[in-house]
């Protein structure tokens, strides 16, 4: 299901004195299957792009098409859009509202008018994909730690069996562990199931760490879109507009500039270390 925006230009408050450009001329195409970073400083644009993708913006110019279909047509379905593209929003844990987590996974496929037998299907197989353990199934949300409550709401889209999957800071406020765990197990789910994934990050270490190609956001407008190690070549350029490139970046430069023979391209820890050891013969 590729999703194309089309030039794409959205205006905050375009009516009035303060309104803002939030997207500059957008031009994208995500194709099937891929796990697609999107990072950029405070006001970006990047939030506000992913918002577009299942209709809770609607561009002041441009198109977006998804599936071949404008989904600004007048007969556009934007509640089929909206099962098709799941988008899980920072801290979605304010989100969760039932007595028990099994109850709260299955709300959004009963909203599109399952049988009983079916929604629960669903819940139970969204929760088993991310990682949660049965005994937690009827428990209070409101009882789980931060990571939990995180790993409930993501269930709580899948159970809608979407084709793109949204991710807009997913482990924004957890700890180390509970930040790996979770993006590990998105990862684990994408190589699964297939399912496109876009993940909004400040984390530079993340986004080289688990997706395949980055699209940087600058000003509303898309800076660079590539591979995370092409990407990463233009570190200083990122400095610049308020971002950064992966630690080991910096780290295989120093050691580069001292005289050890290493290349400067790895973006995580595994292809740094690949690296050293081959420059030390080992």
Known sequence: MPIILDHVNYVYDSDSPTSKKALNDVCLTIPDGQFIGIIGHTGS??????QHLNGLLKATEGHIYVDGEDIYDKDYNLKKLRSKVGLVFQYPEHQLFEIDVFSDVCYG???LGLEKKEVELRAYDALRKVGLPDDLFYQSPFELSGGQKRRVAIAGVLAMKPKVLILD???AGLDPKGRNEILDQVKQLQKETGITILLVSHSMDDVAEYVDRIIVMNKG???YDDVPKEVFKHYKELEEVGLAAPQVT???RDLAANGVP???DAT???EATEEILRALGR
């Open 45 to 50: 644009g990047k939030s506000t792009l992913v």
């Open 169 to 171: 800071e997913p482990t």
């Open 250 to 252: 910096y780290i295989m």
């Open 268 to 270: 995580t820890i595994h």
């Open 262 to 264: 290493v290349g400067t």
């Open 221 to 223: 407008a898309v800076k």
């Open 109 to 111: 496929p009963k909203n």
